[in-house]
């Protein structure tokens, strides 16, 4: 399975500043995906990040709050903007492989805002 | 909306038990079928993945699906301690690729 570099692992931010999560692949990925784990619950899917184009968001996520690049098929990063305590979470980049398209995740980053 | 629901649980079993964990969902398009483990702090890693009707064995990790019950299981034989974790059940409607998690089970093997 690919390798997913995933960093910071933590980071303690103050609100009102932003953090910016890298997600590095080690082989070309089609598709990368970007999730939220608050405490306690399972997974919620935040964005797809398509290379060459905007990254798609699901209900509830925006743009100018979570922005979003993938300047190319290893890379990509997620800014989670003007913080505050209710974005204290885990966030996970993903990526799925064909041809079983079994997602895999990276090691997370575990944001507190204080 | 499509869900997939778990027992939160806790779910506890005696070392060299068998653990049984059960999600069901709710889209019938669904198409591929996955149970990760989530040790705390760490993120989820897939266990098993099954696609098609009847069992799927790899291991001490037997996965069960059952398409026209949506139902779709995973046991754990001669449970160990080092088992304990959450225990996440995934679908794949293979058109969007997007994957639907379950809100876990966790799971704790008493030595």
């Known amino acids: 399975s690919a390798v997913i570099s995933q960093k910071p692992s933590r980071d303690i931010c103050q609100r009102g500043t932003s953090l910016t999560i890298q997600c590095q692949v080690d082989s070309q990925v089609t598709m990368m995906f970007w999730y939220r784990q608050q405490p306690g619950q399972s997974l919620t899917l935040i964005a797809t990040?398509?290379?060459?184009?905007?990254?798609?968001?699901e209900s509830g996520f925006v743009i100018d709050k979570f922005p979003i690049s993938r300047p190319n098929l290893t890379f990509s990063t997620l800014t989670v903007s003007n913080m505050s305590p209710e974005d204290s979470s885990i966030y996970l980049c993903?990526?799925?492989?064909?041809?079983?398209?079994?997602?895999?995740f990276g090691q997370g980053t575990r944001l507190t805002v204080v | 909306q499509k869900e997939v629901e778990q027992n939160s649980g806790p779910l506890s079993v005696p070392e060299g038990a068998i653990a049984s964990l059960n999600c069901t969902y709710s889209d019938r398009v669904s198409q591929s079928f996955f149970w990760y483990r989530q040790y705390s702090g760490k993120s989820p890693e897939l266990i098993m993945s099954i696609y098609s009707n009847g069992d799927k064995e790899d291991g001490r990790f037997t996965a069960q699906l059952n398409k026209a019950s949506q139902y779709v299981s995973l046991l754990i034989r001669d449970s160990q301690p080092s088992d304990s974790a959450t225990y996440l059940c995934?679908?794949?409607?293979?058109?969007?690729?997007?994957?639907?998690f379950g809100t876990g089970t966790s799971l704790t093997v008493i030595p």
């Open positions: 995934a679908v794949n409607d293979g058109g969007g690729n997007q994957f639907y």
């Open positions: 993903s990526v799925e492989e064909a041809p079983a398209l079994e997602a895999f």
């Open positions: 990040a398509n290379q060459g184009s905007e990254a798609t968001y």
